[in-house]
C-alpha cells in the first residue's frame, strides 16, 4: 500500500490543478476539524473541492502541503481503515519539511472506505 499511495501522492505534485470556474459556495468549517462534503452523485463535490484547493494555492500555500486522493481509483479497492495511518507516513516521508505545518488533505470517495465515519472501528 506504501508503493501505491506514494505513487499517487507523487502523481498528484505533478499534475496541474484543472481550471475551474469558482462557485460563490461557503461552507462552514471548524478550526482543527475534518469538513466534510456531502451530496448526490454529480453535483460538483469534487469540483468544490479542486476550487478550495485552487484558493488555498492562490493565497500562497506551496502545493505540496495539499494531499488528495480519490478512493474510486481502482489501486486504492483494498485500502482498508487501518491504512490510513499509512497516508500521513508516506506524505511525511516525502515532505518532512511539512510536518509542522498546516496541511489540507482532500479524500474524495471516503465512503469506499468500510468504517471510515467510525474512528473507534481501527481498535474494534
Known amino acids: 500500500m506504501k508503493n501505491i ?14 481550471e475551474m470556474t469558482g462557485r460563490d459556495v461557503h461552507y462552514p468549517m471548524l478550526s482543527g476539524k475534518a469538513t466534510v462534503i456531502t451530496g448526490m452523485r454529480r453535483t460538483g463535490k469534487t469540483s468544490l473541492c479542486i476550487h478550495k484547493m485552487q484558493e488555498i494555492v492562490a493565497d500562497g500555500v506551496d502545493k505540496t502541503r495539499i494531499l488528495y486522493l480519490n478512493f474510486e481509483d481502482d489501486r486504492l479497492l483494498n485500502f482498508k481503515l487501518e491504512d490510513c495511518q499509512t ?4 506524505y511525511y516521508s516525502l515532505y518532512p519539511e511539512n510536518r509542522e505545518k498546516l496541511c489540507y488533505f482532500f479524500f474524495d470517495e471516503m465512503q469506499n472506505v468500510k468504517d471510515w465515519e467510525r474512528p473507534d472501528s481501527v481498535n474494534n
Open 5 to 18: 499511495l506514494k505513487r499517487m501522492i507523487e502523481e498528484f505534485q505533478r499534475r496541474n490543478l484543472p
Open 87 to 90: 497516508i500521513l507516513d508516506v
